[in-house]
């Protein structure tokens, strides 16, 4: 069965920086967009970042722009969020989503989450 394993979450200082991967499993990788997404306590889940099948397209929400980075590693089924200059208000839990062939769809699988915490 499909499987998205999401890794790298922690507790980090404001300012500093979090590399997330999100291993895929299950699925022909290349056939996927894939996408971050964050929930917050009390909060809708909400988008982060996305990528293309290749990694020749991305997109972001503002408030992550200049900070966090989406890349993805065809070969490994791997995608990864780097986080930089992170803020006490990125803590959340943050979730991969794989999208058959378009972000433009809506996810057709997602993972279990990896939790941030950024302390001021």
């Known amino acids: 069965q499909v499987q998205l394993v999401e890794s790298g979450g922690g507790l980090v200082q404001a300012g500093g920086s979090l590399r997330l991967s999100c291993a895929a499993s299950?699925?022909?990788?290349?056939?996927?967009?894939m996408g971050w997404f964050r929930q917050a306590p009390g909060k809708e889940r909400e988008f982060v970042a996305g990528?293309?099948?290749?990694?020749?397209?991305?997109n972001y929400v503002d408030f992550v722009k200049g900070r966090f980075t989406i890349s993805r590693d065809n070969a490994k089924n791997t995608v990864y969020l780097q986080m930089n200059s992170l803020k006490p208000e990125d803590t959340a839990v943050y979730c991969c989503?794989?999208?058959?062939?378009?972000?433009?769809?809506?996810?057709?699988?997602w993972g279990q989450g990896t939790q941030v915490t950024v302390s001021s």
């Open positions: 989503a794989a999208y058959y062939l378009s972000l433009t769809r809506a996810p057709s699988y």
């Open positions: 299950g699925l022909t990788f290349i056939n996927y967009a």
């Open positions: 990528i293309n099948w290749s990694g020749s397209s991305t």
